[in-house]
């Protein structure tokens, strides 16, 4: 009698994981590993990789968290695309076979784990907060609801990695800043109360920088949350281009009424 | 100078190359200085002895004898060269990211790009001046 996850409907079929295996401390060449799995109703990926994990193959490795789609720690190719393996739906992929690798263009920790130090320091390289002069501001940044519209679709981003690993640039030059840093980038230089454009300038006009994006999309096509990085990065070419004849000046919103609770809190 | 200056001028360079590049081809065929505008015109059917064509050698060198078309090749040149040789440069150092090889690969394609520069121009400027070279 075939174990069946419990929580989930009835078995509808059996598809096969090739799985991508590979332990860097191992001196072994990367190899693929196949087990059937059987599907119930409303099983994703991610179930299908645990259930691997709980009764046929204690050994592989894989990261997750939420199973939600809110970590973005699940991020893996599957199928040749790289997804969320808990928002991927086994039966929605309509295949007999599952061919599972763990996300391009990164070191391997093991198996479908990616190692994302890459990720994380190009990012903190742009910025990523809001630059001001002030140092312990005492109360709120005004901004209008139209004023954070301009960034909205970028704060979206939950750092799963998928965009670089899609991304043709990144698999040739190791020193881009790759297209989440680049959409971070913009989502803070197009907020109102950012007043860090010239702190991030040498970076992003750099010879890795804004300029080497091929504008193949693929980043945009990948992203589980629909933030459109190939977006941010041709804004900000427009800014950047701009910035050659007329000095690009911010205009950081002002601080508003200064709020007793917050300096207490401080 | 800054990468968006550079390539704001690897940009309007492909725009100029573009609209030159049409003239150019435009000269060779329908605005060329020849009555029927065929490619090659043979002396006989039979006889493969070049006479006359848009490509005839002679043709295309009265061309160049006016300063107005010759400043367009230079311009043309020039723009190639520029567009040429720094996607090259971008393109490599995709390929060969750090600091040291970049240096390298910069130097190099200024140099090689500077030598192919050089010798257009001359060719140019000797088409301009002796009617050939």
Not at chain 1, 22 to 44: F, H, I, L, R
Not at chain 2, 68 to 77: A, C, H, K, T, V
Not at chain 2, 110 to 118: K, P
Request: hydrophobic share 40%; aromatic share 10%; with cysteine.
């Amino acid at each position: 009698m075939e174990l069946v996850l419990k929580g989930f409907g009835e078995v509808v079929k059996t598809v096969t994981f090739r799985v991508r295996r590979y332990d860097p401390e191992k001196k072994e060449m990367p190899k693929y590993m196949e087990y059937k799995v059987p599907v119930q109703k409303g099983m994703t990926v991610l179930d299908g990789i645990l259930y691997i994990k709980e009764h046929l193959d204690p050994s592989l490795a894989a990261r997750y968290s939420c199973r939600m789609g809110i970590c973005g720690s699940c991020a893996m190719i599957i199928n040749g695309k790289e997804r969320l393996a808990c928002q991927t739906q086994i039966l929605e992929l309509n295949k007999d076979l599952i061919k599972v690798d763990p996300l391009g263009n990164y070191d391997t920790v093991k198996d479908l784990v990616p190692d994302l130090s890459k990720l994380f320091k190009n990012h903190e390289s742009v910025k990523p907060y809001i630059v001001r002069e002030e140092t312990e501001p005492y109360g709120e940044y005004l901004q209008l609801p139209e004023e954070r519209e301009k960034y909205a679709l970028f704060t979206e981003c939950i750092m799963c990695g998928a965009c670089l690993s899609a991304c043709p640039t990144m698999a040739t030059d190791d020193l881009y800043l790759g297209p989440q840093a680049l959409a971070q980038a913009y989502r803070y230089i197009a907020d109102s109360r950012d007043a860090g454009f010239n702190e991030r300038l040498n970076l992003l006009d750099s010879k890795h920088g804004v300029w080497r994006c091929h504008f193949a999309g693929a980043c945009s096509e990948v992203c589980p949350k629909g933030v459109d990085p190939a977006l941010a990065i041709q804004l900000l070419r427009g800014v950047l281009s701009k910035n050659i004849f007329i000095k690009y000046k911010q205009n950081p919103a002002k601080l508003g009424p200064e709020r007793a609770s917050i300096k207490e809190v401080l | 100078m800054r990468e968006s200056k550079i390539m704001l001028l690897q940009y309007l360079t492909g725009l100029f190359i573009l609209v030159l590049g049409t003239f150019h081809m435009l000269l060779l065929s329908v605005l060329a200085p020849t009555s029927n505008k065929v490619l090659y015109q043979y002396s006989s059917p039979t006889n493969h002895t070049l006479i006359g064509g848009t490509l005839y050698y002679s043709t295309v060198t009265a061309i160049y004898h006016t300063l107005l078309w010759g400043s367009i090749f230079e311009l043309l040149l020039t723009f190639l060269v520029f567009h040429i040789f720094n996607g090259f440069r971008i393109i490599l150092s995709e390929q060969f990211p750090g600091a040291k090889a970049e240096k390298i690969i910069t130097y190099s394609m200024l140099i090689i790009g500077l030598i192919i520069f050089i010798w257009g121009s001359r060719t140019i400027v000797l088409m301009l001046l002796q009617g050939g070279i």
